[in-house]
């Protein structure tokens, strides 16, 4: 950290200054501040009230104690209530679309007499691995990043940091964590550059090593998909995209007060101090450009955040394709991994195919989803066309139950960071500590939470059984 | 920093601290948080970076490129920050990268409806440097407060141009590209008037110049540095020890500075 060495003349100085009546720092600011005091006074005109009456007002109300909280609910609600209702219909349109196109490359493969392996590859594991990720990550960003965008145009992130500074506070942490937090629901290798705002090490450190908990952008698709399968019913009813839009409220909320939780934890046991104070400005309420918010948050963030992940997904699907075509006796190699892994994964309700796809899927969260189909979809063949039918459909397929279900939401939730985030952690941190414990934080909490889940949901059905 | 494809996912690895010499100018564009130096940074570069209306968003420093009247300006946007005085992470950035950044222009970027909050800045910048540009922005929320400012009174008091924008809609970027090419090439020099302070701060930070000023050969100004110095700024001696080489904690400086505070 600068600043904490200390130079020989400084202390020198430091002494023969505090020597004097007033510190000369002290009077230098002084000095500054009268002559800035003195140039407004002589080029301000006219200066009516200085502060907000609009401003003020919205203020009292979504900052206050009474209001806060259950606005800033309704507001996450909405959000994501908007994001999937309306993602449904261009999500199914765009599945048929790009499954037509899919048939009528494989018609142009056999015409041209291709070997099998190389239509495997390039059709069944490249392009099939990218039209998912476009038909079902697509819709929802183009809905969700736009109305994350309007919000934070608006003014309106300061005021969740204002709101939950308390809670911060409490658990030993920064309250500027919660913009970090806020940063995180983006990437979490950004929240984690962004950290750099904490100027406290100690600090910084808790928000660096808890901005996992924030669901970042590739993480998003996944929550939503599965909500909107099984608890959301396949989204055709009014209360199924209730339903599916309080479990994805909830998975968030259960993050926050994770990362409440664990900063707590660690602020009493690793990272002891106390949290230090700090000025947030309330910026005022500016009314969002609203389309300029549409084309950037699209071209910035959905277009970009799609990139990625199809970039990434194009070689996962060729090199998982091959994993689940290349046979080692009577199985195929991914079939083997997901063997070794399937009696954890059976352990804490998830199963070895999961655990693999979230393993490979290291290198961007995005692609944890098309993994998974993949190697299930290795051997099967695909049917239906409405995208989240058809996706249900080969989940259950596979043995999976809503609990499965709200076990990969949880682990989506608490697993590692994805590789960039461990790599940017480094950075930040310069040490491999901070980075591992980063990693085995969630991991841990994410695996004992879907045994509990699996625990409990086997009581259960005892109960309803007997 | 708005979480745009410059700053997540893989790039956030990528540092950028001084940027490689690009020919062009360097200018940088300093500012109170909120005083909308991203919506000026957009309005100059064209559209590249979203801007959030939140304070601390720009953490990394943000650049972009424009070109006017045939030169190449490369813009650089750095934390929003309310002094120089390095308390915090942003401050030092900002500060660091206008001593030691060596920009052609530093554009400090005013909201035009706190000036007095905002001059702060504004002073301790000139201090710093000669090259420097004032972009009283936000003039479209200032008018519809009624708040009136004299912009000329303001540029005298100031000693270096003030330009009223209000980079939403676009009004005064002309004549702040202008004013920025203008300074840059050296067709305009801006002369801050100098903060007068106390009898005997002057006459400390006065003995201290002259000492400094052949350590420092010109690459910062020497007065700024004694003032610093005076004030037990350990973070801006290890900018200069690392950035100019100059180890200003070697025996001499020492011993003239005890001197001098005596």
């Known amino acids: ?466 | 920093m708005g979480l745009t494809n410059q700053a997540t996912g893989f790039r956030t690895l990528r540092e950028n601290f001084l940027p490689a010499s690009t020919g062009g100018y360097l200018v940088a564009l300093a500012g109170n948080p909120n005083a909308g130096k991203s919506t000026v940074f957009n309005a100059l570069t064209g559209l590249k970076q979203h801007t959030g209306n939140w304070p601390g968003k720009t953490v990394l420093q943000a650049r972009g490129k424009f070109t006017h009247q045939g030169h190449t300006f490369t813009l650089v946007d750095l934390p929003g920050t309310y002094s120089l005085l390095a308390n915090s992470v942003e401050e030092q950035v900002a500060r660091d990268f206008i001593c030691f950044g060596r920009p052609d222009v530093t554009v400090v970027v005013v909201d035009a409806t706190c000036l007095e909050r905002n001059l702060n800045l504004v002073l301790q910048v000139t201090e710093t440097t000669n090259a420097v540009v004032v972009c009283l922005n936000l003039m479209d929320e200032a008018r519809r407060k009624r708040i009136a400012i004299d912009v000329p009174l303001l540029a005298r008091e100031l000693g270096v141009p003030v330009v009223p924008t209000a980079a939403r809609r676009g009004e005064g970027l002309a004549h702040l590209k202008d004013t920025i090419a203008a300074v840059a090439t050296g067709a305009l020099c801006p002369g801050p008037a100098p903060i007068i302070y106390d009898a005997d701060i002057e006459a400390a930070a006065g003995q201290l110049t002259r000492q400094l000023q052949p350590l420092l050969r010109g690459r910062l100004n020497a007065r700024w540095v004694a003032l610093r110095l005076l004030e037990g700024d350990a973070t801006l001696l290890q900018g200069i020890q690392q950035f100019l080489g100059v180890d200003l904690s070697e025996p001499g400086i020492k011993l003239q500075v005890k001197e001098v505070l005596v």
């Open chain 1, 1 to 466: 950290m600068a600043g904490q060495k200390t130079d020989p003349v400084l202390v020198e100085a430091q002494r023969l200054a505090g020597d004097l009546e007033d510190s000369y720092r002290d009077r230098i600011v002084a000095a500054l501040y009268a002559q800035a005091e003195a140039i407004a006074s002589r080029a301000v005109k006219e200066a009516p009230a200085p502060r907000r009456e609009f401003d003020w007002r919205l203020d009292a109300i979504l900052t206050s104690r009474l209001w806060g909280y259950p606005i800033m609910l309704a507001l996450l609600a909405v959000v994501f209530w908007l994001t999937l209702k309306g993602a449904n219909y261009p999500s199914a349109l765009l599945a048929s679309l790009l499954f037509a196109f899919q048939d009528i490359l494989t018609s142009l493969f056999h015409r041209l007499d291709a070997p099998a392996w190389l239509h495997g590859i390039v059709v069944l594991g490249m392009y099939r691995t990218l039209a998912w990720v476009v038909a079902v990550m697509l819709p929802p960003m183009a809905i969700f990043f736009p109305l994350f965008t309007l919000l934070e145009d608006l003014g309106y992130l300061p005021r969740i940091a204002f709101n939950l500074d308390n809670f911060f506070k409490k658990a030993g942490a920064h309250g500027k964590q919660a913009l970090t937090m806020c940063m995180g629901f983006g990437c979490n290798a950004a929240g984690v550059v962004g950290c750099r705002i904490i100027d406290s090490p100690r600090e910084r450190l808790l928000a660096i090593l808890t901005n996992n908990f924030s669901p970042c952008n590739g993480r998003f698709p996944t929550l939503i998909t599965l909500a909107g399968i099984f608890m959301g019913g396949l989204l055709t009813t009014a209360a199924g995209v209730a339903a599916a839009t309080l479990t994805v409220v909830g998975i968030i909320l259960l993050g926050i007060v994770l990362m409440f939780f664990t900063s707590w934890l660690l602020s009493r046991t690793l990272l002891k101090g106390v949290p230090s104070s700090f000025t947030l400005e309330l910026p005022p309420y500016r009314p969002p450009q609203v389309l300029r918010v549409i084309i950037r948050s699209v071209l910035d963030r959905t277009l970009y955040v799609l990139a990625r992940a199809v970039l990434v997904a194009a070689p996962a699907g060729a090199f998982t394709w091959v994993l689940a075509n290349v046979h080692l006796g009577a199985f195929s190699i991914i079939d083997h991994m997901a063997g070794w892994l399937q009696p954890l994964g059976k352990v804490v309700g998830l199963d070895g195919y999961i655990l693999l796809a979230f393993i490979l899927g290291l290198p961007a969260n995005e692609i944890v989803i098309p993994i998974l189909l993949m190697s299930y979809l290795s051997t099967g063949m695909l049917t239906e066309v409405n995208s989240l039918a058809a996706l249900g459909e080969i989940l259950v397929r596979h043995g999976w139950t809503w609990i499965t279900a709200l076990n990969v939401m949880l682990f989506s939730l608490m697993h590692w960071p994805c590789g960039t985030t461990l790599l940017t952690i480094y950075k930040e941190t310069k040490s491999l500590k901070w980075p591992l414990l980063a990693a085995v934080i969630p991991t841990a909490l994410g695996l004992a939470a879907c045994f509990l889940v699996k625990l409990l949901a086997g009581l259960l059905d005892i109960v309803a059984a007997g």
